[in-house]
């Protein structure tokens, strides 16, 4: 399969296609910072008074959609997720209402010994109840286009 | 008291990690994160899935380097983080975060810093950078 990534761009980028609003719960920002060996007390003790969501936090919020409907799939399903970029812009605190915006910010190929690969770039911008940004997170996402091996 | 950017060379190595990822500990993640997959907290499930068994979520390895900076330098304040998944790490097996600080811009008082999650074989499974600020 050709894969125009241009045309891919051309037609996909640039536009919110899902928002999905979240709260911020204390439990489950100690649970996540705790299991994850964190240690400074911002982050693991509610009690401290710069107590906040660890930098990659947002990262766990996933909106209603991965892509974008009718989204070309490339090899079928959503592929697999190959890493995360997450730029914090202000501290996420306990009960905060997180609003996330997503929108496919960039499309690529590599072309390796398993086939091309289609990196897609999934944004997610998060703010806080009083519209502040609050972080950005990249989720590259490979689709393998399985009928080219 | 906590490391301060004067104190840091380029080179320095953080001190390395051994992350908790029993499944118990897995457990704890996923349910405070909302991943309800079972192929994070269940190996039966996993291996239905082709999988050799359980695999830690790519957004806990995430955060075990989040924390493996934390431990080194509390105060260090994460600008940037951006991991890359290039396989998967097992619950219940015995892998290595570690650090080298790759640059340092003056101007900023930032750090680059390489990290890396090995698993026993030696092999490197996730790989990142983060700009780090220090105090």
């Known amino acids: ?149 | 008291m906590s490391l301060t950017f004067d104190d840091v060379d380029f080179g320095a190595e953080l001190p390395p990690i051994a992350p908790d990822v029993t499944l118990a500990n897995v457990r704890r993640f996923t349910t405070a994160s909302g991943m309800t997959f079972a192929r994070f907290h269940d190996h039966e499930q996993a291996r239905k899935e082709g999988l050799p068994g359980a695999i830690v979520p790519g957004i806990m390895s995430q955060g075990i380097l989040v924390a493996l900076i934390h431990r080194w330098a509390p105060g260090a304040v994460v600008r940037k983080i951006d991991t890359i998944f290039r396989a998967p790490i097992l619950v219940d097996s015995h892998p290595v975060a570690r650090g080298v600080v790759t640059d340092k811009n003056d101007e900023t008082r930032t750090l680059e810093i390489d990290l890396t999650i090995q698993n026993e074989a030696k092999e490197t499974r996730v790989v990142g950078t983060a700009t780090v600020e220090l105090p």
Request: hydrophobic share 35%; with cysteine.
């Open chain 1, 1 to 149: 399969m050709e894969i125009d990534v241009e045309a891919l761009k051309r037609d996909w980028t640039g536009f919110t296609f899902d928002t999905a609003e979240f709260e911020a719960l204390t439990a489950d920002l100690v649970g996540f910072a705790t299991a994850c060996g964190e240690t400074a007390k911002r982050y693991t003790d509610p009690s401290d008074p710069d107590f906040q969501a660890v930098p990659n936090y947002p990262s766990r919020y996933v909106g209603r959609r991965v892509l974008p409907d009718n989204f070309p799939r490339l090899g079928g399903g959503y592929g697999f997720d190959a890493g995360k970029c997450v730029t914090p812009i202000a501290p996420i605190r306990a009960g905060d209402k997180i609003t996330a915006r997503s929108q496919i910010h960039d499309v690529y190929t590599k072309t390796g010994r398993s086939g091309t690969m289609l990196f897609i770039v999934h944004r997610m911008e998060f703010s806080n109840q009083r519209g502040e940004p609050v972080s950005v997170v990249d989720w590259r996402m490979v689709q393998q286009d399985r009928g080219a091996q």
